[in-house]
């Protein structure tokens, strides 16, 4: 099939971006759409141009190095996947096909397709562990975790960090990250003692980034490729009312972990 | 050169125990006099990383993705192995030890082996509290599974996502000391030099992968982490950014190169569709524990699966191998399907693929069951495919999945340049000459936790390191040598794209150096890749400057690379006239086919040293003797 792409170009994070149209000719429905890039990249170098930058690595939906805005939507339309796990058996022959970077101010475009996402990493840094010395541990099975509990853990640990609920998000905010994160290890007997100072933590540094607030769009949880759900952000509202008040030294019961 | 492996005297369980007491401790407030340069954040550099931060060292991090997150050890799905017998079914560090050995082929230093089985044992403990959320059983105590043709229930496992959540685990822990201020962070950050200074490893050249700036950082040891060089293929299930280019320039720096024909075929892949291929995913080989391996027993018999009644199907492992059926190593599963390929009994376009059916075991155990087992993988296929493995069988094929060959390290994993040590993929050291299932996620962990922070510090103990800054001369030296490699690749200025160079690299090498290879294949290889090398060098095409995000000259850098280490890969097939593990010679195979070994001639090591641009390179050799596992043959019939 024959396809027709709007991409955004932009040398650089100072200069100014515009859109540049290109034909993708020859285009299999079995390429992925990482790989139709590819090919239009193959054509613009043979031409003497600049290739489209754009961020990928594992190219198997696990890594969160790609994401873009295909046609408006974090990933493009297919539920829960990666832009490099769509497939262009997802479109008809003469489709035309808007590409454009992550947009949020907390996510500066780097060139083209690609963003900075450091901002996450800054968020992990501010509490988004559990503290265990390397040769501290007790035995793995010392302390046992409710299946239920380890399993919705895993729900929320699944978050592959590629920032598609920032971009999915009319005020790009932060907030299905941060609490996949902050629910991920508050579930766990082993992250109790650290539980209000890691959401304290990764809040703050969540609104220093310039991160904006939930205002309930749920936009996020519809462009997550791992289908992270929203309720983990009713969690960490949770948590860190919790841990403001415990701040504030007023008795506060912490509800009970989950050991 | 001299490979010395340094492998304590003793009995073997006492081996790493006795090297502990011996080795020479840091001061703790030296400590923090020390810098030492991690290239790499996979769970080898991110383990490393955040434990020798924690010990009070100032650490510098590397990694060319954006985030230390992104290393491609988070696509490791199945699993990690660990002796803790939690199952009670006759597991013990002996034979988590016993199999490493037996499943490498012979092929590995059994000292440096039992070390790994005994740390498996604290990894998991060390994961398990930093909240890896891995599998539970109803009682609340960790599951685990059989992996890979292991008969004992040793891998533990969080769904199909493993990888991803013991880097997350690690990468935690290395955000922690980041925000402590104890590591500082370079992402899109690329080595592309090792800077010696009196012999010794005492830092790295990096370009700035976003502004193209050529940059120096001294430290007195480096550590590289920066995996697996399996790309040289070109498809493979590695990702797209995954090089050989840290250990490339280490070893045109002096560190020896052991095995580099050591490379590992993973069974279960999905197969190629056409030219557009830009990578392979890999069903996690769990898959084999309910599916059945077939193939028509007719060539080119046209029916859909479905209407292959069972007495036309061949389960030919099954057949073949009726103890281990269809969970024999991955070298012999890999085999046993091109041999039905190239019989024209292959299925799916162009014949390169067999089916993995689940239909009886969906019968035996019901859908639900399946796909509370394997549902992510099967839904990830059938996003691929747009087939529903429910309904039709899956179809793979072998491909590129990992490599054993890397640098040259002793006991302490330090190469043969002093104070240059490597980890995890990167290294040669535990696998000999095939790995087994989940045992590269337990070496790049025990690497980094637990054997970096020891034998570093007896390192810098053990040695007077002088004070260095980046304006010694050598650093001008690399600098310019690697601003000048970037000046060259900019300036091919041909017609070719570097990708299309990449692909023919990976055909030669698939078809020479692939699952099974032979003297004049060898020869052809290393006949062709010499002038595909230099082709690339007169009509590659690479855009752009090196002043901005220049995702061609970085691809381009790379590819050079792999053009020079595929020849270095098809000398050592080509020397090692036998075959073993992965590395199938077809002048070396027993009346039935399998892999003959030559332990009379080629029970070593092979290290090769660096000889200069143009000339053959030294191959020394590292003799392997086994006092614990006695060579045999692998039987798993
Ligand atoms: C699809 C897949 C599934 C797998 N499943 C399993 C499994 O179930 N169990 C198992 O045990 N093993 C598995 N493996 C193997 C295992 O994942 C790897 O061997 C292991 O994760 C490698 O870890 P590492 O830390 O050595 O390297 P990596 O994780 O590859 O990390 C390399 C690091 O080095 C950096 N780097 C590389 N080059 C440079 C450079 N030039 N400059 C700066 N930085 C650089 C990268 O940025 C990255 O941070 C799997 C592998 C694949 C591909
Ligand atoms: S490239 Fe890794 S998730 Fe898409």
Redesign the pocket.
Known sequence: MNLTLHVWRQKNAAARGRFVTYPASDVSPDMSFLEMLDVVNEALIAGGEDPIAFDHDCREGICGTCGMMIDGQAHGPRRATTACQLHMRTYRDGDEITIEPWRADAFPVVKDLVVDRSAFDRIVAAGGFITARTGSAPDGNAVPVPKAAADLAMDAAACIGCGACVAACPNASAMLFTAAKVSHLGLLPQGQPERHTRVRGMVAQMDAEGFGTCTNHFECEAACPKSISVRFIARMNRDYLVATLADRGEPASAEGGTG | MELRSNVPEGPIERKWEKHRFEMKLVNPANKRKHTILM???????ASAAASLAELGYNVKC????DS?RR???I??????NAAKNYQNDGDSVFRLFYDTVKGGDYRSREGNVYRLAELSVEIIDQCVAQGVPFAREYGGLLANRSFGGAQVSRTFYARGQ??QQLLLGAYQALERQIGLGKVEMFSR???LDLVLVDGRARGIVTRDMVTGEIESHAGDAVVL????YGNVFYLA??AKG??A??IWRAYKKGAAFANPCFTQIHPTCIPVTGEHQSKLT?M?ESLRNDGRIWVPKKARDPRPPNQIPEEDRDYYLERQYPSFGNLVPRDVASRAAKRVADEGRGVGPGGFGVYLDFADAIKRLGANVIGEKYGNLFEMYERITAENPYQVPMRIYPAI??TMGGLWVDYNLMSTVPGLHVI???NFSDHGANRL??????Q?LADGYFVMPYTVGHYLASNKIEKLATDHSAFRQAEAAVADRVRSLLGIGGQRSVDSFHRELGRIMWEYCGMARNQGGLETALEKIPALREQFWREAKVPGENEELNQSLEKAGRVADFLELAELICLDALERRESCGGHFREEFQTPDGEARRDDENFCHVAAWEYAGQGQKPIRHVEPLSFEYVHPSQRSYK
């Open positions: 290239v790499g954040s996979g769970l080898a550099g590397y990694c060319y993705q230390p290393a491609h050890s696509a490791a799905q199945g699993g990690i493993t990888g950050h690329e080595m982490g920066t995996g697996g299930t590695y995954a090089n280019t840290a890999l996690s999945h990992y995890g993929e990167a299932g989940a045992s590269a996620l337990m790049g």
